[in-house]
């Protein structure tokens, strides 16, 4: 299952040396519910390899600003506190797994 992002946990998270695939999306935005089983597959597949997490833009503000999110679903690949690569839109899975792949 993906983990929920927010303030409380976010530092840590991204801190790490370990891959962070963050989705940042909303409750009322239908492309966030289109892509939402993906992620939910990619954090089962991925488990234990990359951290994959979803991050309620509404509910966490603040995290969205510092990414510069603009549209969603968007992406966020970070790792070592780096952004490494981002995608926004209802992307396919085979290139979010693409994304994950060439970052671990």
Same mark, same amino acid.
């Given at each position: ?28 935005? $239908? ?11 990619? #954090? +089962?597949?991925? %488990? ?32 070592? $506190? ?11 899975? #085979? +290139?979010?797994? %693409? ?6």
């Amino acid at each position: 299952m993906a983990l929920t992002i927010d303030s409380t946990n976010f530092d840590s998270l991204v801190s790490g040396e370990q891959l962070v695939v963050i989705d940042f999306w909303a409750p009322w935005c $239908g492309p966030c519910r289109a892509l939402a089983p993906v992620i939910e597959e990619l #954090a +089962k597949e991925y %488990e234990g390899k990359a951290i994959i997490g979803k991050c309620d833009t509404d509910e966490n503000n603040e995290i969205a600003v510092k990414f510069g999110v603009r549209n969603i679903p968007m992406l966020v690949f970070l790792k070592g $506190g780096e952004v490494k690569d981002t995608l926004v839109g209802a992307v396919p899975k #085979a +290139k979010i797994a %693409e994304l994950i792949n060439k970052h671990l």
